[in-house]
């Protein structure tokens, strides 16, 4: 891992200089939380999995009225402000499977991509619960969380198949919804949720 370019206040100045929705800027703190916990277990670089948690969808609030343009203009954003090629291609590894920025025959193969892609994959399901749960994170329990996921109708936008892609990095599905519960509950006031 390479130190960073940038510090998180500028990362977060970066991704406010363009128009945010509430929901959006909520997903991307959502991601950066559970990739940092993430990284405390798996006794990776805290800082740089969080960075790729919050700069995930850099582009998002440009491509987002055409989707199949996500994650095109991420690469120079990035670039500009000092991100090196591997952090560029990690990011760009999440909407690997999908139809934009040509990803669509991708496949990840790094344990930093699949992290990545099921930490922000499983941000919708939790918060999604949470709002079901009248906002409530803070005594949020895996075995309800899990249950949310088996029912594949509840939240059906969010892949089961890509949060899955946590066992790849050695831990069980229970494990991974618990760092993941347990991260967003660090920011739950950031949030929204109580």
């Known amino acids: ?19 945010q929705i509430e929901a959006d800027m909520n997903h991307y703190l959502e991601s950066e939380a559970v990739m940092r916990g993430l990284a405390i277990f798996l006794n990776e670089d805290i800082e740089y999995y969080g960075m790729l ?21 991420a690469p120079e954003i990035l670039k500009n402000i000092g991100f090196n090629q591997e952090f560029i291609d990690i990011v760009i590894s999440h909407g690997n499977g999908f139809d934009c920025a040509g990803l669509k025959n991708e496949k990840r193969t790094k344990k930093i991509e699949f992290a990545l892609a099921s930490s922000e994959t499983i941000t919708g399901l939790i918060y999604s619960y949470a709002l079901m749960r009248e906002k409530k994170i803070s005594d949020m329990e895996v075995k309800g969380l899990k249950k949310k ?46």
Not at 65 to 73: M, Q, S
Not at 172 to 193: N, P, R, S, V
Request: negative net charge.
């Open 53 to 73: 948690g919050l700069l995930h969808d850099v582009d998002w609030a440009l491509t987002k009225d055409n989707t199949k343009e996500h994650l095109t203009k």
């Open 1 to 19: 891992m390479s130190s960073l370019p940038i510090t998180r206040e500028k990362a977060l100045e970066v991704l406010k200089s363009w128009p």
């Open 149 to 194: 996921f088996q029912d594949k109708a509840f939240a059906a936008g969010c892949s089961r198949e890509i949060i899955r892609e946590a066992e790849k990095l050695g831990i069980t599905l229970e494990k991974f919804f618990e760092i993941a519960i347990e991260g967003i509950k660090k920011i739950k006031e950031d949030i929204g949720l109580s």
